[in-house]
């Protein structure tokens, strides 16, 4: 099956939880942006704890805009999810390759740096934009994804993402997990849960095991102690189009975009999010140019 998210709670009404495959999703990002190993973990376990936040929250059709930067050599992420199982994001240095760290591990640490921040913006239908962010914990992705629903959320969890790369830079394996504590969740099962994910093996040794975000869960709470709610695909999906970047551009000042006509007798632009590149012939930019002076006029 292509990649998947389940949600569930434990059926003593203390927890909820989130699993995620993320395999496919990741592929294409790192297909899309050329990421090497480093740069490839970092996205990855970005878009993977964005997946899971999205499908956490309980209104229909919010989204939400992750930002991290520690001021590392890979630079900013920007990831964009929904509650569909949609996402998208692009890394701001895409080729960044480090020595294994001491456990032998991709040094996601080090790649993202720990000297900035974790911003999330959540957007609802007829609401004004939420923002809230918060200090890097350990640049590791997981970790500060923990830290920000525990300081910005109130709400204590336990976030776990993986991203096994290949030597040929391919994405070998790839998803995570989301643990939320409920009102009433006692001291002595939060401990046995915090022990019981501390004795599992890693989320990527499980993944490529063939593990499924299901038995992933189950190791942390046994079988038969949960309800699986709902089993929801998800993709890495942009939605740029042609018009979309032509609506953008009649945002420019007008006095830029006769440059770009002049100079170079059109304008290419190209996606972050997914690297498709789209053209606008002479033709195309005259008719966007008049477009951005009817808005600039309207705006009057």
């Known amino acids: 099956m292509k990649d998947y998210l389940v949600k569930a709670t434990t059926t003593d009404g203390m927890f909820r939880a989130y699993a995620v495959d993320a395999k496919e999703t990741i592929s294409t990002a790192q297909k899309d942006?050329?990421?090497?190993?480093a740069s490839s973990a970092a996205l990855g376990r970005t878009l993977i704890g964005s997946l899971m936040l999205a499908a956490s929250v309980d209104k229909s059709g919010e989204a939400i805009t992750v930002k991290i930067n520690g001021q590392g050599p890979v630079g900013g992420i920007v990831?964009?999810?929904d509650s569909k199982g949609h996402v998208k994001g692009?890394?701001?240095?895409?080729?960044?390759?480090?020595?294994?760290?001491k456990k032998?591990?991709?040094?996601?640490?080090?790649a993202v740096g720990v000297n900035g921040f974790l911003e999330v913006t959540r957007v609802s239908a007829n609401e004004d934009p939420y923002t809230s962010s918060v200090p890097l914990a350990s640049g590791e992705i997981g970790d500060d994804f923990t830290f920000y629903?525990?300081?910005?959320?109130?709400?204590?969890?336990?976030?776990?993402?993986s991203v096994f790369v290949?030597?040929?830079n391919s994405i070998g394996a790839a998803g995570g997990y989301l643990i939320q504590t409920l009102p009433g969740a006692s001291d002595d099962a939060i401990t046995k849960v915090i022990n019981r994910i501390k004795e599992m093996p890693m989320?990527?040794?499980?993944?490529?095991?063939h593990q499924t975000p299901e038995e992933m869960l189950e190791l942390i709470f046994g079988k038969n102690n949960l309800h699986f709610l709902d089993k929801m695909p998800v993709e890495f999906y942009c939605n740029c189009s042609k018009q979309k970047f032509a609506q953008d551009l009649a945002g420019i000042s007008v006095d830029q975009l006769e440059t770009m006509l002049k100079?170079?007798?059109g304008v290419s632009v190209t996606c972050n999010f997914c690297q498709s590149k789209y053209r606008y012939n002479e033709e195309e930019l005259r008719a966007i140019i008049a477009a951005a002076k009817q808005k600039k006029a309207s705006s009057k």
Do not use: C, F, M
């Not at 942006?33 to 190993?37: A, L, P, V």
């Not at 032998?104 to 080090?110: G, L, M, Q, R």
């Not at 989320?203 to 095991?209: K, N, Q, T, V």
């Open 79 to 81: 990831v964009d999810s």
């Open 263 to 265: 100079e170079d007798r």
């Open 104 to 110: 032998h591990k991709i040094d996601v640490s080090k």
């Open 203 to 209: 989320i990527s040794e499980l993944l490529l095991d």
């Open 166 to 168: 290949n030597d040929d």
């Open 90 to 101: 692009y890394i701001q240095n895409p080729h960044v390759h480090l020595p294994l760290n």
């Open 33 to 37: 942006h050329d990421t090497w190993s």
């Open 149 to 161: 629903l525990a300081q910005s959320e109130q709400i204590p969890s336990a976030v776990g993402v």
